[in-house]
């Protein structure tokens, strides 16, 4: 198991090195920067800026070096927790983003919890009743929730919810708790306006890990060791949730690697609907702004959350599944 775990970090490591690169080129690739922009903002509103500004400018954000120099200062400052200065906020890049990350992970993880804890019972259940009336409707549900855009499905649960429901709908706190200290009123302020993201983020996930969970479940149920136990006389409950069950997830906990990635990419979408305080708005900013220290930082950041979640998806097959290790 260590080997296996010490394989894993190695392979993270470098494909967390190549994407740093790749992400860092590709931020620049589009003509024109984020100091070229504010020189025509200001430019635009009268204020004459000379080109010994430009060049100190330039000096001071390093943009006058070649796109690998950059690369590698960002890069060396990001291992020591320096992650640049942000041009368009003016502020350290770290001040930035700790807590919109800190939501988006809270978003992300709640969803994925949400998906396995709705997407297990119900799978079963469907797969244990077949074809019935129940399963056809499960199934339903499913495909409207695979089909339906996250964009789409937010604006529909914020009009359901503001008109029949009263609630106070977009962002994550009333009024007059943006900006207070955290209290008790304003944690539960903020659970109030929290159901709502949390239920347009996993929709999607949780309607297509139904779908495989009862597609697996089908299939081990048609498996020797499952038929053995119902000829020795074993409870049809037992049956399922011990040795059926247990197998089916399997495959769900493999799955881990493909959900993460939706359900970040749908956290970001959905945070830009509901004007969330997390990464996505931000994220889409630095990159209209061409702000290339914020941008790479968040990709980079985001990343390592999709890496290190498929590293713990490999570790958990790897406990459960001991083929899963003896397969490296």
Known sequence: MVVFIA?????MILTLFIISIVSFVMIQAPPGDALTAEIQRLRSIGN???QDQIDALKTRYG???????????WIGGFVKGDFGQSFTYRQPVNTLIWGRLGLSVMLAGGALIIAWLIAIPIGVYSATHRYSLPDYIITL???????????????????FAARFLGADVGGLFSAQYQDAPWSGAKFVDFLKHLWIPLVVISASSTAWLT?????????????QYVQTARAKGVLERRVIWKHA??????????????TLPVLISGEAIVSI????????????????????????????FLSMLLIVGNL?????????????RSAE
């Open 312 to 324: 713990l998806a490999d570790i958990a097959l790897a406990w459960v599944d001991p083929r899963a």
């Open 211 to 223: 779908r495989v969970m009862r597609a697996n479940l089908l299939d081990v149920l048609n498996q």
């Open 273 to 300: 609907v509901l004007n969330l305080p997390t990464t996505g708005p931000l994220y889409l900013q630095a990159l209209l702004n061409q702000d290339m220290y914020l941008a790479a930082t968040l990709l980079m």
């Open 245 to 258: 069950a247990r197998n089916a997830v399997h495959p769900l906990i493999m799955a881990l690697g493909t």
């Open 141 to 159: 549900f499913q495909f409207m929730g695979v089909a339906v855009p996250e964009f789409l499905l937010a604006l529909v649960v914020l009009v």
């Open 63 to 73: 943009l006058g070096d070649p796109v690998m120099v950059q690369y590698g200062k």
């Open 48 to 50: 004459n800026v000379s």
């Open 7 to 11: 394989r894993r970090l190695l392979y």
